[in-house]
């Protein structure tokens, strides 16, 4: 069974902050790793995706990716009110698999 | 481009009913996919539909079924509801192959509750 974990949380951060998100995962031959946010009463939106090792950075997301350790992290720097959501770690297999999503990791930012 | 789209947006059924749901994703894309959200279980995978035949499937019993038609609008079929059935269902188109494939695409959802 492929599994993906996240700490469920919730996280709060004040603005301002690094807000720091983990997922860990249990398929070694894991591909891709995606995260999505979802606020609520929302649908999850994409925000990054990562395929190799090492740090991808978008804006003031960035996104880690350890395959040894079969983690993957997110970054939010400059953490905002409007940064408060479930952040969904999520992962594939092969192009062609089905992505599987992590439980999520609530953040609040607190003003 | 319009967003996936979902109907209904809210559905009210009786245990023993069925249900189907519609979805038609972004115009494109040929990759279907349907997650069933709740509060404790978080997203779990159903099914993924490209042109027109199931690609991969998750843990669900045989009561949940799909198919996915020519113009790749999918719908999704639960039978004999119970009650643990009610939840957010969540429709995500994809290209549906190369490198972006496993970038999806959520609709609103259709939010079922059965009594």
């Known amino acids: 069974q492929k599994e993906v974990e996240q700490n469920s949380g919730p996280l709060s951060v004040p603005e301002g902050a690094i807000a720091s998100l983990n997922c860990t995962y249990s398929?070694?031959?894991?591909?891709?790793f995606f995260w999505y946010r979802q606020y609520s009463g929302k649908s999850p939106e994409l925000i990054m995706s990562i395929y190799s090792n090492g740090d991808k950075e978008d804006g003031r997301f960035t996104a880690q990716l350890n395959k040894a350790s079969q983690y993957v992290s997110l970054l939010i720097r400059d953490s905002q009110p409007s940064d408060s959501a479930t952040y969904l770690c999520?992962?594939?297999?092969?192009?062609?698999?089905?992505?599987?999503f992590g439980p999520g990791t609530s953040l609040s930012v607190i003003p | 481009k319009a967003g996936v789209t979902q109907t209904p947006r809210y559905l009210i059924k009786t245990r023993g009913q069925q249900v189907t749901l519609s979805c038609s994703p972004i115009s494109g894309h040929r990759s279907v996919s349907w997650y069933q959200q709740t509060p404790g279980q978080g997203l779990q995978f159903l099914f993924e539909?490209?042109?027109?035949?199931?690609?991969n499937k998750g843990n669900f019993p045989g009561r949940f079924s799909g198919r996915q038609f020519s113009n790749s609008r999918s719908e999704m079929n639960v039978s004999t509801l119970e009650l643990g059935d009610s939840a957010l269902y969540l429709c995500?188109?994809?290209?549906?192959?190369?490198?972006?494939?496993?970038?999806?695409?959520f609709g609103s959802g259709t939010q079922l509750s059965v009594l």
């Open positions: 999520a992962v594939s297999w092969t192009s062609y698999d089905k992505v599987i």
């Open positions: 995500a188109s994809s290209e549906g192959q190369g490198a972006t494939n496993e970038k999806l695409f």
């Open positions: 539909y490209f042109s027109e035949t199931q690609r």
């Open positions: 398929d070694r031959g894991s591909q891709s």
